[in-house]
């Protein structure tokens, strides 16, 4: 039988839908146990993050029905393996307790080891935004892929590359606000192109007031100095002039502090005498 263990990367971006896709370029002999103490992580995994939960859930169902799907694995030249695809299921086949696991070994060199991995995650939806555009500028960086190469690779088009890519240039700790949910990509696209402090306070101040995408677009317009139809800060009502006038004539008649405000006017006193006096000036 011809060994077929050498893998076309290409051919898996437009097959793989699944993980279990990967075994028909495999041959037999090529499946097997594998310790897994002698498996390593892919250093190329893009993925940072692993839902503690999920991977609790998928061991339970792995002490119940095993692994169903194989582990996708290189040969290292030290005699170790590294993980091509499968992490998750490996993450969670150690906290399981498995001290072995079904796997494919196959022949991948560092480019297509790299590719299939982002490729990989990419198709399967499993990358958060920030992760996904840091996987496409690794593409890009260090495969040398245009932002063309890399839409056909994944089935997405060159503008929707190009627009993921861009997070990248926001600060590192508005990406961990996205990385960690607490903003979404809508929120943070808005402050791109702003300064790192502009972007920074309107980040967190949209953390702490709930601004929706909208209003902090519209204080990022404000901070880049572009005259935007009725932008304005949230809540903000329109300036009136008038109220001005009318609380100036008010705190003259009065001799006291005189407030506008959600449509009502508020007068303050600061004592009995003093109310006593606005009563009969009323």
């Known amino acids: 039988m011809q060994n077929q263990s050498k893998i076309n990367v290409f051919e898996i971006s437009e097959e793989l839908k699944e993980i279990e896709k990967l075994k028909e370029y495999a041959s037999s002999e090529s499946r097997q146990e594998v310790s897994t103490k002698l498996i390593d992580t892919n250093p190329y995994q893009p993925r940072k993050i692993f839902d503690?939960?999920?991977?609790?859930?998928?061991?339970?169902?792995?002490?119940t029905y095993g692994v169903i799907s194989p582990i996708l694995l290189r040969k290292t030249s030290d005699g170790r393996y590294q993980i091509l695809a499968g992490e998750r299921r490996f993450r969670a086949s150690k906290i399981a307790g498995l001290t072995k696991v079904p796997a494919i070994v196959a022949e991948f060199?560092?480019?297509?080891?790299?590719?299939?991995?982002i490729i990989e995650n990419i198709q399967r939806e499993e990358l958060n935004v920030i992760e996904e555009a840091k996987a496409y500028d690794s593409l890009c960086t260090k495969l040398g892929l245009t932002q063309e190469q890399i839409?056909?690779?994944?089935?997405?088009?060159?503008?929707?590359?190009?627009?993921?890519?861009?997070?990248l240039n926001l600060p590192q700790v508005i990406q961990d606000y996205v990385i960690n949910g607490v903003l979404t990509m809508g929120q943070v696209k808005p402050l791109i192109n702003l300064s790192e402090s502009d972007a920074i306070k309107i980040a967190n101040d949209a953390i702490e007031l709930g601004y929706t995408?909208?209003?902090?677009?519209?204080?990022?317009?404000?901070?880049?100095?572009?005259?935007?139809?009725?932008?304005?800060?949230?809540?903000?009502?329109?300036?009136?002039?008038y109220f001005d006038y009318v609380t100036s004539a008010l705190h003259k008649k009065f001799k006291t502090k005189v407030k506008i405000k959600d449509n009502e006017i508020r007068i303050s006193f600061k004592d009995e005498a003093t109310l006593k006096r606005i009563m009969e000036l009323l």
């Open 151 to 167: 839409g056909q690779r994944v089935g997405k088009s060159r503008s929707y590359i190009a627009n993921i890519m861009r997070l």
């Open 52 to 63: 503690e939960v999920k991977l609790q859930e998928l061991a339970t169902s792995i002490k």
């Open 213 to 241: 995408s909208r209003q902090i677009e519209a204080l990022a317009n404000l901070a880049h100095g572009r005259e935007v139809n009725k932008a304005k800060k949230p809540d903000q009502k329109e300036y009136n002039p």
């Open 109 to 117: 060199d560092d480019k297509q080891m790299m590719e299939l991995s």
